[in-house]
């Protein structure tokens, strides 16, 4: 792995959590609207990861053998990524919509599992530095929003800026995608993130819990608090099992608490969770479109739904059903748009994937990894387009390392050429034939350093 790749991935990532649709607009790349030409409708980040695995082949030598030992270290990673090709090639024959999500929302987040595979610990370092980083302007860019009631960077949709809903949108472009990207993030600073000094991971937790209150995403926040209790409980018998409590750090918590106390009951003063409640009392209807959304399943046959209905009857439903933030659950909207059959061999395809990238994690990824698994299925998330994924790699890769044994077995191996040079020049008692123990007895007991030299220790 060259410097330069490196430099260029640490750039990519900056780029993938900073540069959203809105962002892209502004410097002439309509990302997000539905006009524009075709190439405009891929992130950068997805064509530097593909460029970056292709350069990342060729540096090898070897490309052929560098594929093939892909496919035999990360199959599922390898699978998701030509899973993405065989469903870009069936969309462009059969002329239908959506091949830049299937590129960007399944084969960025391959990509960048295959690339980030070849990183060692200390490779990622920088990586998780500009996560957390980036993160905590997102957080404090929240807050400005919220506290000076404009949001620097709207949604847009073909350079439309949608302004009805105030909540803040921060870097990511928009409230939900902050809100998901945040929740996961919070449990995974509680669980992982093992480089972070302790006093430094509490004021980014807290940061962040400010933020998902402006952000006023009801399911992250909801499954964020729901776990933190888990983590504490966690970390607080694992702190007792070690033995080991710091006086200083024990009061230190201890005069913390009421300081944190009146903490949130100054930001409760201060209006920031009433949007929140707000949207708890009146959601819009996004709690309904939930439920009826099953309904437009009703009127097609198991074939049609295998194969997938006709897109224009969908469409119709859809309008009369009135789900105008359209089918909230990626799997039901996959099977309405894509088929059955397609829905199930990207579901199939993407627990495998996540299962071979969060293997050898430890126990307290399971709490982002959940986190993750409710939030994808509360949106249309994954079956419109969206890099969501591509930063949960990133978070779990870089706040999780895999774990390490505490002792790596010895491997049998030939002997050294030092240590051959070394037994020659031994002494001639060394090379002779063992005496029998007969003969031994008769001379005396051996002596020491015989015994050491004979013996199988």
């Not at 997938?308 to 089918?327: A, N, Y």
Request: net charge positive.
């Amino acid at each position: 792995m060259t410097s330069a790749l490196k430099t260029a991935t640490l750039v990519g990532v900056v780029v993938l959590l900073s540069v959203s649709g809105g962002l892209l607009w502004h410097l002439g790349y309509n990302y997000d609207g539905l006009t524009g030409g075709p190439v405009t409708k891929i992130h950068p980040f997805t064509y530097f990861l593909f460029a970056a695995l292709i350069w990342r082949a060729l540096q090898t030598g070897a490309p052929a053998t560098y594929v093939a030992r892909k496919f035999a270290m990360r199959p599922a990673a390898s699978w998701l990524l030509m899973l993405t090709m065989l469903l870009v090639a069936a969309t462009l024959i059969r002329s239908g919509p959506g091949m830049a999500g299937l590129v960007d929302t399944f084969g960025g987040p391959a990509a960048f599992a295959l690339l980030l595979d070849d990183f060692s610990e200390a490779d990622l370092v920088p990586l998780s530095r500009a996560l957390h980083v980036v993160m905590t302007i997102n957080a404090l860019m929240a807050l400005g929003e919220f506290a000076g009631h404009t949001l620097i960077l709207p949604y847009r949709l073909d350079g439309v800026a949608h302004l009805e809903d105030t909540r803040s949108t921060a870097l990511q472009g928009h409230p939900l995608i902050n809100a998901a990207l945040t929740g996961v993030y919070v449990l995974s600073l509680m669980g992982g993130a093992k480089g972070l000094k302790p006093w430094l991971r509490a004021g980014l937790i807290l940061l962040q819990f400010a933020a998902l209150a402006v952000f006023g995403g009801r399911t992250a926040i909801v499954v964020s608090l729901a776990l933190t209790p888990m983590f504490a409980l966690y970390n607080g018998f694992a702190t007792l099992k070690r033995g080991r409590i710091s006086l200083l750090g024990a009061a230190t918590f201890c005069a913390a608490l009421p300081l944190l106390a009146l903490t949130v009951m100054a930001a409760l003063a201060s209006g920031i969770a009433d949007t929140l409640l707000m949207r708890f009392v009146d959601d819009s209807g996004s709690a309904a479109t939930r439920v009826i959304m099953f309904e437009m399943l009703k009127p097609f046959t198991i074939p049609e739904l295998i194969v997938g209905p006709d897109i224009e009857q969908v469409e119709s439903l859809r309008r009369h059903f009135g789900l105008e933030q359209g089918v909230e659950n990626p799997f039901v909207r996959m099977t309405l748009y894509q088929g059955g059959f397609v829905m199930a061999l990207v579901f199939g395809s993407l627990v495998w994937f996540f299962r071979e990238l969060l293997r050898g994690r430890g126990l307290r990824v399971i709490g982002p990894a959940v986190a993750m698994a409710v939030l994808l299925n509360a949106s249309e998330s994954i079956s419109v387009k969206t890099n969501f994924l591509d930063k949960l790699v990133l978070i779990f890769v870089c706040l999780f390392p895999h774990l390490r044994a505490a002792v790596t077995p010895q491997r049998a191996s030939s002997p050294s050429a030092p240590r051959i040079a070394g037994s020659s020049v031994r002494s001639a008692s060394s090379i002779r034939p063992m005496l029998s123990n007969r003969h031994q007895n008769a001379q005396g007991k051996p002596k020491l350093s015989a015994l050491s030299r004979t013996s199988f220790r």
